[in-house]
C-alpha cells in the first residue's frame, strides 16, 4: 500500500487541527475561533513553506544534510531587514505598510540568494564540507553584521529588528497572512508544477544535462523558490533552524521512494504535524513555559550532529 | 554528423585542447583513443555540453550544440553521465525509465514501459529491476546507467570509458551491442578506449589524440601502427597478426 504514510499522516495532521481549535475553550467561541484560526492558518503556512524549501534546497545543492537555514538564509533575511532599517531610518520603516517592508525584504533575500547561492552550487556541489564551512561562514558573517548594525542605530529602531530575530509560533504575523499566503501558494505551485523535473535534477549536473535540462537556469529558479518560501516563514514566525532538517529527514525516513510527487507532500505534513501538534502541546499541556522553537532546535540539532557523524550525506 | 571546428578549450589556465577539428561521421563506431591527458573526456563533455565551450564551433546535424534547444538535443545526443553520490536511492527500473524523460517529461506511456523493458533487458538487468542501485556492483550499476541511455533512443552515443569497472564477457557483450546499434539502426556511436584491442576489433573509424590535438585519423587497420604507438604513447607495443586480426601485444 504505497499510499498508506500519506493517508495517516494526514488523518494526524486533521487530528492536530481540530484538537488545536477546540481544546481548552473558555469564553466566547466567536473570538477563540477566528483568534486560532488565523494562528492555524499561519502555523500551516510556515510548516510547509519550511519543509518544500528545504527539500528544494537539498534537490539543488545534491546533498542531504544541508538546508537553507543551515546556509544562512535566514540570517540574510534578517541583515536584510536590518539594512532596511538603518537606512530608511526607523520612522520610514515603521510608517511602511508590513506588507511593503515584506515585499522589500523577500525580494532582496531572492536577489542575494541567487548571487551567493547560484554560483556556490554550481562549483561545490560535490565538496559536502566545503558547502559546510560556507554556509556557517555566510550565516555567522550575517549575523555579525546585523548585530554590528543594530548597535549603531537608535535603541527604539533595534526594538523593530528585534521583534523580527526571534522565532516565536504564539503571536504570528497575522497581518502579513494574506500576502504571504498568495506568494507561498504561488511557489508550491511551480514546485508542485516542475516535481518530475526536480527527480532528474537530483541525479546531478551531468546526467540531468543529457536529460536534456537547463541545469543552471533551473538551479536559480529553484533558489528564487526556496528563498521565497523562507521569507514567507522568517516574516512570519523569524528564523527556525532546524525544522527542515528535522522533517525531512523523517519524510524520507517514512517513504523509500523518494521521488518529489511523494516527498514533497510527506514532508508537508510531517513539518506541519510537528509544528501544530508540538504547538498545542507546549500551550496546552506545558503552559507555555519552553518555546516550541526550543524544542525543535534541539532535536533537529541532534540529528544534524547524528547525521554529521554518521557521514551520510546520501 | 558532428563537426568541430578549431575548438579549443582551458582549464584553470591550463591548455586541455588546441584547435581540434574533426569530423564524426554519420552512423557507425568511432574510437577516441590515446594516452591519459590527451584531452578525450575534455572533448566528450564538449561535445555533449556539459561543459561550457569557450572558443570554437561544434555542430550536430548542423545545429550548433550551444545554441540549439537543449531539450530537443536530449533526443537526438545521450551522453554516458556520472551519477553522482548523493543521488536520491532509486531502483534500477527507475534510472532507466529516466532515459524516457527527454520524450515524455516523467509521464511514462505504455510504449515507454516497453522501451525500458528491453533495455533492461538488453543489459542483463530484468532480475536486478527492483534493486537499490546502491546495492550494485560497478559494473553492474555501469550497465544500469548504459540502459538508461540506450533507452533514451538516441542517435549519437557519447561513451567515456564505458568498458571500466566491466568484467570481459560484459565488456565483450557491450561491444557487440553497440555494433548491432551501428549496423541494424544506423546509430553514430563515439567511444572513448583505452584498450587499443578493442577499438580495433570493434570501431570503423579511429581518432587518435595526444596533448590536445589530434595525432591521426582513419580506419583502425590503417592507423594504428607500432611506429604510432611509439610516437603516441612512448612506449614499444609490437603490433602480431592473428586470424586476419591485428592485436597490438601489451607483453613485457
Known sequence: ?314 | MILIRNLSHTIAGKPILHDISLDVPRSGITALIGPNGAGKSTLLSLMARLMPRQQGQITLDGHDISTHDTAALARTLAILPQIQDAAPRLSVADLVAFGRYPHSRGRLTVEDHQIIDRALDAFHLTDLRNRALETLSGGQRQNALLAMIFAQGTDYLLLDEPLNNLDIAAARGLMAQLRRLANDQGRTIVIVLHDINYALAYADHLVVMAKGGIAATGTPSEVVTEDLIHRIYGTDAAIITHQDRRIVDVGP
Open chain 1, 1 to 314: 500500500m504505497r499510499s498508506n504514510p500519506l493517508f495517516l499522516l494526514g488523518l494526524g495532521l486533521a487530528a492536530c487541527m481540530v484538537l488545536y481549535m477546540t481544546v481548552g475553550v473558555s469564553g466566547g467561541w466567536s473570538f477563540v475561533l477566528p483568534f486560532r484560526a488565523g494562528k492555524l492558518a499561519g502555523l500551516l503556512l510556515v510548516a510547509v513553506a519550511i519543509s518544500t524549501a528545504t527539500v528544494l534546497f537539498q534537490t539543488v545543492s545534491g546533498n542531504r544534510i544541508l538546508t537553507p537555514s543551515i546556509m544562512g538564509f535566514d540570517a540574510l533575511y534578517g541583515l536584510i531587514l536590518t539594512a532596511l532599517v538603518f537606512f530608511l531610518g526607523a520612522q520610514t520603516a515603521v510608517r511602511l505598510p508590513p506588507v511593503a517592508l515584506f515585499a522589500l525584504n523577500t525580494t532582496g533575500l531572492m536577489a542575494g540568494a541567487v548571487l551567493l547561492f547560484g554560483t556556490l552550487i554550481a562549483q561545490t556541489r560535490t565538496d559536502l564540507l566545503r558547502m559546510i564551512l560556507t554556509g556557517i561562514i555566510f550565516a555567522t558573517l550575517f549575523r555579525a553584521l546585523t548585530l554590528f548594525w543594530q548597535r549603531m542605530i537608535d535603541p527604539n529602531e533595534f526594538q523593530i529588528i528585534q521583534v523580527a530575530s526571534y522565532a516565536r509560533f504564539n503571536r504570528i504575523e497575522t497581518d502579513l497572512l494574506p500576502l504571504a499566503a498568495l506568494l507561498s501558494f504561488a511557489a508550491l505551485a511551480v514546485v508542485w508544477r516542475k516535481r518530475r523535473q526536480w527527480d532528474v535534477l537530483a541525479l546531478g549536473h551531468d546526467a540531468a544535462t543529457n536529460l536534456g535540462l537547463r541545469v543552471r537556469q533551473q538551479t536559480i529558479l529553484a533558489l528564487l523558490l526556496v528563498a521565497a518560501l523562507v521569507s514567507v516563514s522568517t516574516a512570519l514566525v523569524g528564523p527556525v533552524a532546524f525544522l527542515g532538517l528535522l522533517v525531512v529527514s523523517l519524510a524520507r525516513l517514512c517513504d523509500g521512494s523518494e521521488t518529489h510527487a511523494r516527498l514533497l507532500p510527506i514532508a508537508a505534513l510531517i513539518s506541519a504535524i510537528t509544528l501544530i501538534g508540538g504547538q498545542l502541546v507546549m500551550e496546552h499541556a506545558l503552559s507555555l513555559s519552553t518555546p516550541l522553537s526550543v524544542v525543535v532546535d534541539l532535536l533537529g540539532g541532534l540529528l544534524f550532529f547524528f547525521l554529521l557523524l554518521k557521514g551520510r550525506s546520501r
